[in-house]
Each structure stands twice: as structure tokens, then as C-alpha cells.
């Protein structure tokens, strides 16, 4: 199982940035996908999760209304788009895969893991 995150960069606070995780390796429309992030010294953290058919999501507080999390399982891909980008987004962000819609925010639950992508948003 391959998961290959891409898309990142460097963007100015308040801009938008669209970060995708192009999976292989497993049947991809069976698995909820999920962005996690890490920032320097500080623990990995659930960003969003979109169930497997697309029709359920879920945010963590501090993205919701500015992220939107897609995917189309044509393309064996999941989407992040960043908006309203700050500051304290910035991070190295993950896609990561597990079966069942549960324990969505618990990245110990997830099966597979890509390698991630930096995102940094300047002051």
C-alpha cells in the first residue's frame, strides 16, 4: 500500500493551498481516508475524515469552515483544500487510510500512513 501525499508549500496567511493523496496498493472506495498534521514539537493531530463513499465528513474545531476535505474514487485520491490559511496551520500534513468509520481521530486506528507534505504559512 502506497499513499503519496503532494501539494504543499509555502503560502501567505490567509491564502488557499490544495494538498492530494493519491493511494495504490488498496481498494480505496472500501477505506475512510483522513489528514492528520504535525508541527515541530508537538504531537500529530486529526485535521479531517471522509467516510469511504464520500458522504460523510468530519473536522476538528480548528479547521472547520476553512478546510474542505473531498476525494473521488475514480482517481484513487483525497483532496484538502486549505483556506483562510494562519500561521498555526503550518505543518507537515499526512493522509492516512483505515476501514471503518470509527475512531476517526485517533491516528493509532489508522492502517496506512503516507509520508506527508509541508505546508508553511507566513505572518
Known amino acids: 500500500v502506497q499513499l503519496q501525499a503532494s501539494g504543499g508549500g509555502l503560502v501567505q496567511a490567509g491564502g488557499s493551498l490544495r494538498v492530494s493523496c493519491a493511494a495504490s496498493?488498496?481498494?480505496?472506495?472500501?477505506?475512510?481516508m483522513g489528514w492528520f498534521r504535525q508541527a515541530p514539537g508537538k504531537e500529530r493531530e486529526f485535521v479531517a475524515s471522509?467516510?469511504?463513499?464520500?458522504?460523510?465528513?468530519d473536522y476538528a474545531d480548528s479547521v472547520k469552515g476553512r478546510f474542505i476535505i473531498s476525494r473521488d474514487n475514480g482517481k484513487n485520491t483525497v483532496y484538502l483544500q486549505m483556506n483562510s490559511l494562519k500561521p498555526e496551520d503550518t505543518a507537515v500534513y499526512y493522509c492516512?487510510?483505515?476501514?471503518?468509520?470509527?475512531?476517526?481521530?485517533?491516528?493509532?486506528?489508522?492502517?496506512?500512513w503516507g509520508q506527508g507534505t509541508q505546508v508553511t504559512v507566513s505572518s
Open positions: 492516512a487510510a483505515r476501514r471503518l468509520w470509527q475512531y476517526l481521530r485517533d491516528p493509532r486506528r489508522y492502517d496506512y
Open positions: 471522509i467516510s469511504s463513499g464520500g458522504g460523510n465528513t
Open positions: 496498493g488498496l481498494t480505496f472506495r472500501n477505506y475512510v
